[in-house]
């Protein structure tokens, strides 16, 4: 089991922000620092893809804050994004997972890997059952993601 932080209450969450449950995001509140206004959008992207929130010198990623303020209750230890966009934290979008779910979700992910090799080519590379599979290499991350959905229904494979 992973350690988490604790959120902040979630009387506290609510005070300091507004939730937008049609786009999924978080506004303040409250004017912070000169910079954070009342009404802005709360919230910066990090190179994962994950939208995360500083509260009170911690960083929280966002759809777990969302996922408290509605549910009023701790969020469990892994949260999935349905639509795997990471930054849609519209609380229809977000579900309960258990860590078997969560290993063959991120090592499944869209099965094309960044451009490698003397060709710099996408790779085509789905994972299913503990094995991966090589498709090929193509020019296009369209291509790529193209050629695993294919094979993904194949061989009945289900993105849940």
């Not at 089991?1 to 995001?25: A, C, Q």
């Not at 954070?36 to 500083?54: C, F, N, P, T």
Request: glycine fraction near 8%; proline fraction near 3%; hydrophobic fraction near 30%.
């Amino acid at each position: 089991m992973i350690k988490r932080l604790i959120l902040p209450e979630v009387e506290e969450l609510h005070r300091l922000f507004r939730y937008d449950s049609e786009t999924g995001k978080l506004y303040w509140k409250i004017s912070r620092t000169s910079s954070i206004k009342v009404g802005d959008e709360a919230g910066y992207l990090m190179e994962s893809g994950y939208m995360q929130v500083h509260i009170k010198n911690k960083d929280y990623r966002l759809h777990r804050v969302v996922y408290k303020m509605c549910h009023k209750v701790e969020p469990p230890d892994y949260i999935d994004h349905i639509n795997e966009i990471k930054t849609d934290n519209r609380i229809e979008n977000l579900r309960e997972i258990d860590n078997a779910h969560n290993l063959r979700r991120s090592l499944k992910g869209s099965g094309v890997r960044n451009p490698s090799g003397r060709e710099k080519k996408y790779r085509a590379r789905p994972y299913f059952n503990g094995k991966s599979y090589g498709l090929g290499g193509f020019d296009t991350y369209e291509e790529a993601r193209q050629k695993v959905v294919d094979w993904e229904q194949e061989n009945g494979v289900r993105r849940d």
